[in-house]
Nanobody, 122 residues
Framework: QVQLVESGGGLVQPGGSLRLSCVAS????????MGWFRQAPGKQRAFVAA????????DYRDFVRDRFTMSSDTAKTTVYLQMNSLKPEDTAVYFC???????????????WGQGTQVTVSS
């Protein structure tokens, strides 16, 4: 069974940067897409970015486009989310997910990591 483990979260000041990592194991390539979602207190889980394993092409939520970059390393079965120019509203638990289908829809993903906390505050 595919398992995902996120890391790299933490506390940063506004304008700072973080790089999140998600290591997949147990049959990673049985899923065609990898995604990042985030969930803040009192809010629904929201799409952030996704990437296709085979093409390396990424797509982003408009709010984070030009600030965040998602990339993949198939040899390491790892995906990354480089987050720059972080804002307080980026504060959330960030989840890595694997699946297939509409990459902006959380229902397309059937494997989820436990999440990593990102806090942007002074």
């Amino acid at each position: 069974q595919v398992q995902l483990v996120e890391s790299g979260g933490g506390l940063v000041q506004p304008g700072g940067s973080l790089r999140l990592s998600c290591v997949a194991s147990g049959g990673t390539f049985s899923r065609s897409i990898m995604g990042w979602f985030r969930q803040a207190p009192g809010k629904q889980r929201a799409f952030v970015a996704a990437i296709n394993w085979s093409t390396g092409i990424a797509d982003y939520r408009d709010f984070v486009r030009d600030r965040f970059t998602m990339s993949s390393d198939t040899a390491k079965t790892t995906v990354y989310l480089q987050m720059n120019s972080l804002k307080p509203e980026d504060t959330a638990v960030y989840f890595c997910a694997a699946g297939a289908g509409d990459h902006r829809d959380s229902r397309a993903y059937d494997v989820w990591g436990q999440g990593t906390q990102v806090t942007v505050s002074s």
